[in-house]
Antibody, heavy 120, light 110 residues
């Protein structure tokens, strides 16, 4: 049974870079058909797709965040990561990592989510 | 891209059927059969109910079904149960190769 677990600081200062890692257990991140994704949810709000990455390193980003995002994968550690630069209070959210089973928007396994607050 | 449009709330009585709609554009919902639906209980991660418009992952109740007409996708829940009372989100693949979500619908079981 594949499980995902997010990790990273819960508090980031404005203008700094938010860094999160998603550890994949119970299966290989290099399994061919899956895309590994980051999705966030603002307090009391809807879901926002951040981007996803294939094990080969090909990444796709939300155009509205593209200039500030880097998603990377480390197959040796079976994990993938998110960096979001120049954060503001608007980036305060619960951040989820998720597996896309098809590469076409079918997020079938999710981490529990990690709350990240941006505040000085 | 703009978020997909969902009604803010819907309600129904136990045993009834309800439908939640999700309206997009010809660049997302209308362009591909890659619409998904998620159920999210408070404080929990979303759960995939439907993908590729009509397909259910293993373990999801057959009471949940999906459909699409033009730029609007729909989730139907039949035989409403108290445990169905929570939030539902739609999402779609887009012609730009991205993913866009709806704003969510709160289901109340009367």
């Amino acid at each position: 049974q594949v499980q995902l677990q997010e990790s990273g600081p819960g508090l980031v200062k404005p203008s700094q870079t938010l860094s999160l890692t998603c550890n994949v257990s119970g299966g290989s991140i290099s399994s061919g058909t899956y895309y590994w994704s980051w999705i966030r949810q603002h307090p009391g709000g809807g879901l926002e797709w951040i981007g996803y990455i294939y094990y080969s390193g090909s990444a796709y980003y939300n155009p509205s965040l593209k200039s500030r995002i880097t998603i990377s994968v480390d197959t040796s550690k079976n994990q993938f990561s998110l960096e979001l630069s120049s954060v503001t209070a608007a980036d305060t959210a619960v951040y989820y990592c998720a597996r896309d089973r098809t590469g076409y928007n079918a997020f079938d396994i999710w981490g529990r989510g990690t709350m990240v607050a941006v505040s000085s | 891209q703009s978020a997909l449009t969902q009604s803010a709330s819907v309600s129904g009585s136990p045993g009834q059927s309800i439908t939640i709609s999700c309206t997009g554009t010809s660049s997302d919902v209308g362009d591909y059969n890659y619409v998904s639906w998620y159920q999210q209980h408070p404080g929990k991660a979303p759960k995939l109910l439907i993908y590729d418009v009509t397909d259910r992952p293993s373990g999801v109740s057959s009471r949940f079904s999906g459909s699409k007409s033009g730029n609007t996708a729909s989730l139907t829940i039949s035989g409403l149960q108290a445990e169905d009372e929570t939030d539902y989100f739609c999402s779609s693949y887009t012609s730009s190769g991205h993913v866009v979500f709806g704003g969510g619908t709160r289901l109340t079981v009367l």
